[in-house]
């Protein structure tokens, strides 16, 4: 037990740095350069917690939206769904049906060297009160998003991992598609990469990953304002730390540092019409290489011009710390920064989770006063049902008073 409380003091220390670095700073306007940005958002306490600095954790609940190659757990099937905590009118469960609402039930196993997995993300958005020219009402409309999303995994070895993910975006937004749903396919791709090394009483798992998510064509939209998919490339790394002792089949303690940097990978041109600014993006593989350079950000103070955005400050920055004991409670602190003239989201956030095996329970909320964030709370519950026996089944052990 003395080292469950070198690992507590440890992670103290870094989350107290965290929080101290970790301040909410003013931020410009939204970009808004992509379409759908819905998908940006990973309703998983388990990622938010993290910064969203999850690209190379293995077995991450919210892989399927990050990276497809750390889907599922061996020789297990997770059933799970997300629900709202507090405050939180754009992320609130739809039992509840505020105006706005996302949800994204999931489900993942893992069998061998396959995993597959399936997400349907639905963001509600606010419904319309239509009227005709001549003031009759008519229907009213509802606006929703929606991601249906396929995906699969494969072992090529021990270390090596590789994942795709097919993606159905089915989306219904006046101001972008009239009253018609329309439909936009979209692919992910990911590669994982982890070795585990013996440290005299500890185990280290290093491990990198690196994922592209969202590419596809451009999403329809009324007029010269077509907008790209929000095509997402992240890279990071972790380094996943347990205890060698052990106490009802499960280590002591177990430790997570988790780190990534993510681009939006959108590019083109802002252009003038008709006395109106609009962008005129560029196609996906066009982004692929230009998405990396200069661009226009966030309206620029009072100016009314936009701001330059350098390669550096398109970046977004992740990082993450866990400390879990008896692999059954999980305490969790990330942060994500984005630059002010790229978006401006900056935020720190903290998580808890337990796992009773058969069910966990995660929560996450976002930490800070920033009107927009404040609002962000996770809930989750997630049912995994084992596919064959697992020491993690600490339960009778634990009962029958055995270690």
Do not use: C
């Not at 759908?36 to 969203?52: I, K, R, W």
């Not at 609402?101 to 061998?112: D, E, F, L, Q, Y």
């Amino acid at each position: 037990m003395l080292s469950i409380f070198k690992a507590i003091r440890v992670a103290s220390g870094t989350a107290l740095l965290l929080l101290i670095v970790g301040q909410v700073s003013e931020a410009y306007a939204q970009v808004g350069l992509a379409g759908a940005e819905f998908q940006t958002l990973q309703p998983y306490p388990h990622v938010h917690a993290l910064g969203n600095a999850t690209v190379a954790a293995s077995s991450s609940p919210g892989a399927i939206g990050v990276n497809p190659a750390t889907i599922g757990e061996s020789e297990a099937a997770r059933v799970g769904g997300n629900f709202n905590l507090r405050r939180g009118p754009v992320y609130s469960s739809p039992w509840f049906l505020p105006e706005t609402w996302i949800a994204a039930p999931s489900a993942t196993v893992k069998r061998g060297d396959w995993a597959a997995g399936v997400q349907v993300k639905h963001f509600s958005r606010r419904t319309l009160d239509q009227r005709d020219p001549q003031g009759r009402r008519l229907p009213d409309l509802e606006q929703f998003e929606q991601s249906i999303k396929l995906a699969v995994a494969f072992d090529l070895s021990s270390r090596l991992t590789v994942g795709g993910a097919g993606n159905l975006i089915r989306s219904r937004v006046k101001r972008r598609t009239g009253n018609e749903v329309k439909l936009h396919p979209t692919l992910d791709l990911g590669v994982h990469y982890a070795t585990e090394i013996e440290q005299g009483t500890v185990r280290l798992r290093p491990g990198v990953g690196f994922s592209l998510t969202d590419f596809g064509a451009t999403l329809s939209s009324i007029g010269p304002d077509d907008a790209p998919a929000p095509t997402t490339f992240r890279a990071g790394g972790a380094l996943e730390a347990a205890s060698s002792s052990s106490r009802f089949g499960r280590p002591e303690w177990q430790v997570g540092l988790y780190g990534a940097l993510s681009n939006l990978l959108v590019s083109g041109t802002f252009r003038q019409k008709d006395g109106r600014e609009y962008f005129e993006a560029d196609g996906p593989f066009t982004a692929l290489f230009n998405g990396w350079g200069r661009t226009k950000g966030g309206i620029e103070g009072r100016s009314g011009e936009r701001a330059e955005v350098g390669p550096w400050e398109r970046l977004k920055k992740h990082v993450g710390i866990e400390l879990g004991v008896l692999d059954a409670l999980s305490v969790r602190l990330g942060r994500f920064h984005e630059s002010d003239d790229n978006g401006g989201r900056q935020y720190t956030a903290f998580g808890l989770g337990v796992d009773v095996y058969y069910v966990s329970l995660d929560a996450s909320w976002t930490l800070g006063d920033d009107p927009p964030l404040d609002q962000v709370s996770y809930g989750r519950l997630t049912v995994r049902i084992p596919l064959s026996d697992s020491p993690r089944n600490f339960w009778p052990a634990l009962l029958g008073g055995g270690d």
